[in-house]
Each structure stands twice: as C-alpha cells, then as structure tokens.
C-alpha cells in the first residue's frame, strides 16, 4: 500500500489539513488527519469538463504529453470535430489514443453530426448511434447541443436524441447563446443542463436562476472568465486550447485568472475538481475512500507550482515532465479528392465588370459582414482587386464529390500569395483564400499532399504545417507543432496580412450557424436568412 502525506485541501468541507493518504490499486483506501504541517499541498487532480481536443491540434496522447504536468488528470472532451470527418470511426480513435496514456478521457457523445445540412459531411450520427454511444462507460454525456432551434422547434431528430440521453440518465451539455425567456425555458426542460456560451452577466444569471449550471469559459479563442467573474459559474473550462497556449499551461493558469479577477481560491478548485466530477459522474475529483487517487501536489494554491501529478496512485508527471510515452496511433489520409487546377478557382462572369456580394473578415471575430463591390472581367474571369483587398475565397469538398464553390472576402490583406486550412468548422472541408487561383491550386493541393493541415504559398515558398490525423491533429509533440504554427504566422504575415490568427480566422468561415455571409461547398450561405444567396447581384 502507498502512502502520499502533505497539507490536504479537502474539497467538501473546504478545510486545510495535514494528512496521510493511503492508496491500493489506485483507489483511495483512507485518509488520515496529521498533526503536522507540511510543505506540498495536495489537491484533487484538474478536470476540464468542456473541451474539444481536436482544436490543440494534437492528437489525445500527444495532448495528454502536454497537459498532465501541468496538473490536468481528465476531461471531458466533445469530439465533435473529428465525428464530422470520420463519424464513429473518429471517435473510436479518440479513444483507443487516449487508452495509451494516464490522462483519463472521457467523451460525450456529438448531438449534431452534421453541423448543418447545408454542407457536405463526412458522417452522420443517428440517433441510434447516440444511444450505442451513450451506453459506452467512457462516455460521460450527450455532447453539445449547438441545434438550439431544433430544440425549440420540436425537431424529431433532435428531440430523439435528447430523449436517448435522458433515458441513460446521461447528462445533456447546452449551446444557447443570448437564449432568454420563454425560449430558455423550454430549452431548460428539454433536460439540457450546462452553457458554456455566456458572454455577459445578465446571460449567467438568468440561467443559473432556470437550474443551469455554467461553464467560465478561458480559452483561446473565447475568452469569458474575466467578464464573467463576478456573476459566479459551477465550472471552468477550455473549450478550445491552440497549442501555443498549451505551453504556458492549462488549467493551472485558468486557476491562477480566477483568482486574479476575484473567484475564491478554493472555490476556482472546486470548479475543476468536485464539481465537474458529480455533475458527470466521475470517480474522482474528490480525495476520500473509494475514490481514484487521481491528485497533484503544489507548493500553494495561489503560486500552483506542479510539482507531482499522480493519476490512478501512479507517479505520472514531475516539476513539469511527463513521466510516459507517447507513441501515437497513425491513420490513412481521410482525403477524398484529386488535385485541383487554377481553372477550379476561376469564377466566370459576362460583360466588363459585375457587382458582387463580398464577405468582411473581423479582427477577433467570428461573425462577418457584407458589402457589395465592382470587380473587372477579364477573358470572362472575376478578377480580385488586391489594393482593395478584395480576395477570393473557395471552400474545397474533400469526401469524394469534387466540388469546389469560390466566392469573394475583404480582410485578409494578403498581398501575395494564399493560403489553405483543412481546419474549417464544422465539416472540415478545405477552405483557401488567395489573391487568384494559382496560388489557391497550389496552396489547396499542399495540404492535400501533406494529409491535411495549414498552408501558405507564396513567390517567397511553400510552408506548412501537416495534421495527417482527419485533416485535424499532428502527430508530433505540441512543441514542434507551434514552431510549425509560428513559423506559418510569420510566413502570413510577409505575406501582408494584418490579422492576428489568420488560420483561425479562415477557419471560421465556412461556420453557417454565425453571421452573417459563410461559405460553403454548396454556395454562399445567408445566416440571417439562414439559405443560400447569389454570388453575383442580379
């Protein structure tokens, strides 16, 4: 039998205590009161109960590489993103990759799979495969649901699938942003009982009022926790964490924020520890008999210095290195398409010039707008206006129809040159911007030979980033993968674009559940109007 000893914080009682931990095969044993004071606190391991793996671009082994020293020992992950690509398939390597590693995963079942039916997919989940899902142990809940009007509008299909959940006594994770009133209400009785998507304090309030429980949000592309602070939540979490974030840490940085903007240090614990692990139905996050001696020790709560991490009473993690392997699965390319030609980029008009619908790119936001402009023809071509940064934008169908819709965005400020991502919410079709099609051919076709990934082109060279996992994940550490990210930004950058994440920003693009002009495969999708709309003003 083990023993760990130390200045224990007691996440039920909120007492601090000197105390002996006594562990067999994993599991807490006892845990016995010392009448010393110690050095180390030990802490019930981090939980971060909403996150999309996917998004670090590592795959769950690498990502646990990367994590677990930083004091993590679970999530809860949505694979959302890579069920878009491969359906079951892609869930069920998510969780054979994980099975390398100590850190503990735990899925919930992807309720919108497709996103939209106004895009082309890789997979459907259907209800039944939910209800297949949900009986796995290893997963936890039935997964976002992002299809807030198929709620509120008696969907059959989303109705089943809540149904599916609420019959395994499986918890139903929300996606409601701004829902008020009635609509809430009704949204509520569903039995959908989390919002991550809060993003002012009226939002949190009226939920938690309703029974909701909320989710501050510290991610790395949405950021709520300071705004939401003072409005109290019952869990923080990452959402998306990009890998040049996951250097400087996870969940013991979203800690040491809380504290910074006024949550109660043991309070900000709790959010990682107890609470998330109730709420799903964990064995841990709490250190009393019975449960996984899954805990850390840290020199204060305030400072958060990992010096161990001890998942299942194993030694997993010290002063920052992971004490595991981490070999990867590999999987063949989930590509479907032959390489592309300039001439599939070209986009044909009549006369000397036509008016046409452009989509705006926002600094730091995931919403666009629209504005019409004059563009020449030239041998009935549309051609971009580069010095009024009017580029083209095309949306590449990557599971074996070969289609390819080209359009027109204004905020890149791409000079020269193009690039492409095969990262494109929610169906991971490849997504391209450029200043004309030779330089989209090219770029597309780069990320296609690498597998999937990030690319630029230009007069400059080629450089990319390969994710050959479902177009999604690298296998390569999360060191090497921001170097590859880093050296990309700059390459952007030369190239003439002012935005600060731009493959992020071409990432969102193809997103058609926010405002107001997307871009898919299929054509040009009007948000608000929630259909297609033509390219060219009649």
Not at 242 to 248: C, G, I, Q, V, Y
Not at 300 to 322: C, Y
């Amino acid at each position: 039998m083990e023993r760990i000893s130390g200045n224990l914080l007691n996440v039920s009682t909120e007492e601090i205590y000197g105390a002996e931990i006594s562990i067999e095969n994993g599991i807490v044993k006892c845990v016995k009161t010392v009448d010393e004071d110690f050095k180390s606190l030990i802490l019930p391991g981090f939980i971060d109960s909403h996150i999309h793996i996917e998004s670090s671009m590592l795959t769950p082994s690498r990502f646990a590489e990367a994590v677990v020293p930083y004091g993590t020992t679970s999530v809860v992950s949505d694979p959302h993103e890579i069920a878009n690509v491969m359906g079951i398939k892609g869930i069920n390597y998510m969780l054979n990759d994980a099975s390398s590693v100590p850190l503990k995963m735990f899925l919930t079942a992807p309720s919108c799979v497709p996103a939209t039916l106004f895009e082309t997919s890789g997979a459907v989940i259907s209800t039944e495969e939910i209800e297949l899902l949900l009986k796995n142990d290893n997963v936890v809940a039935l997964g976002e649901m992002m299809n807030f009007p198929g709620v509120l509008e008696d969907n059959p299909e989303v109705i089943n699938k809540l149904e599916v959940a609420k019959k395994l006594k499986k918890p139903i994770d929300g996606h409601a942003p701004l829902l008020s009133g009635p609509e809430l209400c009704k949204y509520i009785i569903s039995g959908i009982s989390t919002d991550h998507e809060c993003t002012n304090v009226d939002e949190v309030a009226e939920k938690r009022r309703l029974g909701m429980k909320i989710m501050l949000r510290e991610g790395s592309s949405a950021k709520n926790l300071k705004d939401l602070a003072t409005a109290g939540g019952d869990f923080i979490v990452s959402d998306d964490k990009h890998p040049e974030d996951l250097l400087n840490g996870h969940i013991n940085e979203m800690i040491k924020r809380a504290i910074e903007y006024g949550i109660d240090p043991i309070d900000a614990i709790k959010m990682v520890t107890i609470n998330p692990a109730e709420h799903y139905k964990l064995n841990n996050g709490n250190l009393i008999p019975g449960k996984a001696a899954d805990m850390i020790l840290v020199d204060s709560i305030e400072e958060l210095n990992i010096e161990k991490v001890i998942i299942d009473g194993k030694l997993v993690a010290k002063d920052g290195k992971p004490h595991f392997n981490v070999k990867p699965i590999e999987i063949p390319s989930t590509f479907k398409l032959k390489p592309k030609n300039s001439s599939d980029f070209n986009i044909m008009g009549k006369g000397s010039s036509e008016t046409v619908r452009v989509m705006e790119v926002l600094e730091g936001q995931l919403i666009t707008e629209e504005f019409l402009a004059n563009l020449k023809i030239i041998d009935g071509k549309l051609e971009t206006n580069v010095d009024k940064d009017i580029l083209k934008i095309a949306v590449v169908e990557r599971y074996g129809h070969e289609r390819v819709f080209n359009a027109f965005i204004k905020g890149f400020g791409i000079k020269e040159g193009a690039i492409a991502s095969s990262v494109a919410h929610d169906s991971h079709n490849i997504i391209t911007v450029g200043t004309n099609s030779q330089y989209m051919a090219k770029t597309v076709n780069t990320v296609l030979k690498n597998k999937g990934g990030l690319a630029a082109v230009s007069k400059e060279g080629i450089y990319s980033l390969e994710l050959p996992v479902a177009g999604l994940m690298s296998y390569k550490n999360v060191r090497d993968v921001s170097s590859d990210l880093m050296i990309l930004h700059h390459a952007v950058k030369n190239m003439g674009s002012k935005l600060q994440s731009p493959f992020m920003s071409l990432s969102f693009m193809a997103l058609l559940v926010i405002p107001k002009l997307k871009i898919s495969d299929i054509g040009l999708f009007d948000v608000e109007k929630f259909d297609f709309i033509d390219l060219i003003q009649k």
